[in-house]
C-alpha cells in the first residue's frame, strides 16, 4: 500500500525566506504527483501537477521536483511571503486513486 | 466559470441517521471524486465517478455510496451515521479523471456527528 510523508508537519519562517517542503513516498510506481495548498476551512487548490515522466514543474515562485526512484518530491516556494501561509499537502495517483501525505503547516511571519 | 459548489456547507446530524451531501462540478467536467478529511487520518479518497459510473472506489464501508447524475453532478449518501463518520468531505472535478490531470475542490461539507 501507497504511504505518503510529509516533513516537517509545521514551519514557521521570516517573510522574505527560500524554503522547501519534503514529500516522500513508498511506491516509485506513481502515474503522477500534485502539490496543493489547503486555506483553514476551506478545499484544496491544486498548486503544481508533475506527471510521472517529468523531473519538475514551475508555476510563479513555486517549483516542484519529483525523484521516482527515491520516492521524492520537494516544493520550493521562492522569496516567502505571509500570504502562503497555509498547510501544504502532497498527493500521489497510483493504483486508481490518490494518497495524500498529512500536510506541512506553514507560517511565514511578517 | 463558477467554480466547484457543494451544499450544504455545514451539517449536524446524530448517530444512525442517514445523510445526503451534493457537489455540482465545473461546468463540462465529467468526473467527479469524493474524498474525507478529518484530523487523525488526513485526506482519504472515497470514490471516484466518471459519466455516471463509479470508476474507482475508496476503502470505505458500505454505509458510503454515491452516484452521479448525467448533467454531472454528484451525491454522496452515508447510512447509519457514526461518531467517527464526522469529518470535511471534499469533491473534486476535472474533465478527464482524477489520474489525467488537475482536480479543482469544492470548499467542502462539514459534517458534525453527535
Known amino acids: 500500500k501507497q504511504e505518503v510523508t510529509q516533513i516537517p508537519a509545521a514551519l514557521s519562517v521570516p517573510e522574505g525566506e527560500n524554503l522547501v517542503l519534503n514529500c516522500s513516498f513508498t511506491?516509485?510506481?506513481?502515474?503522477?504527483l500534485q502539490w496543493f495548498r489547503q486555506d483553514p476551512g476551506k478545499g484544496l487548490t491544486s498548486l503544481l501537477l508533475?506527471?510521472?515522466?517529468?523531473r519538475e514543474q514551475t508555476s510563479g515562485r513555486l517549483n516542484a521536483s519529483l525523484d521516482k526512484s527515491s520516492g521524492r518530491s520537494t516544493l520550493y516556494i521562492a522569496a516567502s511571503q505571509p500570504g502562503d501561509s497555509a498547510t501544504y499537502l502532497c498527493?500521489?495517483?497510483?493504483?486508481?486513486?490518490?494518497?495524500f501525505g498529512s500536510g506541512t503547516k506553514l507560517n511565514v511571519k511578517p | 466559470k463558477a467554480g466547484v459548489t457543494q451544499t450544504p456547507r455545514y451539517l449536524i446530524k446524530t448517530r444512525g441517521q442517514q445523510v445526503t451531501l451534493s457537489c455540482s462540478p465545473i461546468?463540462?467536467?465529467?468526473?467527479v471524486s469524493w474524498y474525507q478529511q478529518t484530523p487523525g487520518q488526513g485526506l482519504q479518497f472515497l470514490f471516484e465517478?466518471?459519466?455516471?459510473?463509479?470508476?474507482n472506489k475508496g476503502n470505505f464501508p458500505g454505509r458510503f455510496s454515491g452516484r452521479q447524475f448525467s448533467n454531472s453532478r454528484s451525491e454522496m449518501n452515508v447510512s447509519t451515521l457514526e461518531l467517527g463518520d464526522s469529518a470535511l468531505y471534499l469533491c473534486?472535478?476535472?474533465?478527464?479523471?482524477?489520474?489525467?490531470?488537475?482536480?479543482?475542490f469544492g470548499p467542502g461539507t462539514r459534517l458534525l456527528v453527535l
Open positions: 473534486a472535478s476535472s474533465w478527464r479523471g482524477q489520474n489525467q490531470e488537475t482536480q479543482y
Open positions: 511506491d516509485s510506481a506513481i502515474y503522477n
Open positions: 508533475i506527471q510521472s515522466s517529468q
Open positions: 498527493a500521489v495517483y497510483n493504483f486508481n486513486k490518490f494518497y
Open positions: 461546468s463540462g467536467h465529467r468526473s
Open positions: 465517478y466518471f459519466s455516471e459510473t463509479q470508476r
